[in-house]
């Protein structure tokens, strides 16, 4: 096994990019999100890539979102705070096919980067769910807001308000993933996605991707940052993302009735 936190691979025109931190069952530091962006940008402009797959080492975890060591900082200054997260607006843009390759629980971060992919095939035993409000990580934006494109108002308000959490089964039903397959099927369900890509236009899948891109152009102009702005600019200094990752680090229920 590689010792690189993220690993990328080009093999008959399929990159994939693979987080590499089995440990934090694939949780990703600021480092990690700049690395994937570059690796999402270069699968992109390359000539030899027809399709992209996301995925996680291992058969745990395809991603749980931001490490929460990292997210609640040191000296009182949280690692999300100088983070500029593109990468699911990257995915919209890229004008190739992304595939998210679901091998086990897809959480918070991981899920939602899931949800922005063009298609997502999820292993049976995986577990999908936001969680956000539960550990004090304020996502926001359009992040948030293309859930509702992808479930409608009702079922996206319940998946990031109550955080709660789904099978692969209750992911299909509602459209979060397009096939569930046991896990010895994951990767030939992958590859064989890949190939009905690959064999067609590439030029017209740019077409069709990028009229998906302009209905979605609405809402990609508000970011996480620029909703902490105009709801609680002075969220990262009133103690209260701290409570939910030490709470979450110290396996205890959190206590935010002070922050009401």
């Known amino acids: 096994m590689s010792d690189k936190e993220i690993m990328y691979d080009v093999k008959n025109y399929v990159a994939t990019i693979t987080?590499?931190?089995p440990k934090t069952l694939n949780a990703f530091t600021g480092d990690n999100i700049k690395e994937m962006e570059s690796l999402l940008a270069q699968a992109a402009a390359d000539s030899k890539v027809g399709v992209i797959v996301l995925?996680?080492?291992?058969?745990?975890?395809f991603c749980v979102g931001g490490d929460v060591n990292w997210e609640k900082g040191t000296g009182g200054k949280s690692g999300l705070q100088d983070l500029n997260f593109t990468f699911n607006r990257q995915i919209v843009e890229c004008p190739k096919p992304v595939i998210a390759r679901v091998n086990g629980y897809a959480i918070g971060a991981g899920h939602h980067i899931a949800y922005f992919c063009d298609y997502t095939i999820?292993?049976?035993?995986?577990?999908?769910?936001q969680n956000g409000p539960r550990v004090g990580s304020p996502a926001g934006g359009y992040i948030v807001a293309h859930a509702a494109n992808v479930l409608g108002h009702k079922r996206a308000r319940e998946l990031w308000m109550l955080c709660r959490r789904y099978t692969a089964q209750q992911a299909y039903e509602w459209g979060l993933a397009n096939a569930v397959v046991p896990m010895a099927?994951?990767?030939e369900e992958v590859q064989k996605v890949c190939e009905?890509?690959?064999s067609l236009s590439p030029t017209?899948?740019?077409?069709?991707?990028?009229?998906?891109?302009?209905?979605?152009?609405?809402?990609?102009k508000y970011d996480m940052n620029d909703l902490i702005k105009?709801?609680?600019?002075?969220?990262?200094?009133?103690?209260?993302?701290?409570?939910?990752?030490?709470?979450?680090?110290?396996?205890?229920?959190?206590?935010?009735?002070?922050?009401?």
């Open 185 to 187: 099927k994951l990767d």
């Open 122 to 129: 999820a292993a049976e035993h995986a577990i999908f769910g």
């Open 230 to 260: 105009e709801v609680a600019p002075n969220y990262f200094s009133t103690g209260e993302q701290q409570e939910g990752a030490s709470a979450f680090l110290e396996k205890r229920k959190p206590d935010f009735s002070k922050f009401r």
């Open 196 to 198: 009905e890509y690959l």
């Open 204 to 220: 017209c899948l740019k077409i069709v991707k990028r009229s998906f891109y302009h209905h979605m152009e609405p809402i990609l």
């Open 55 to 61: 995925t996680g080492t291992g058969e745990r975890a």
């Open 19 to 21: 987080i590499n931190r």
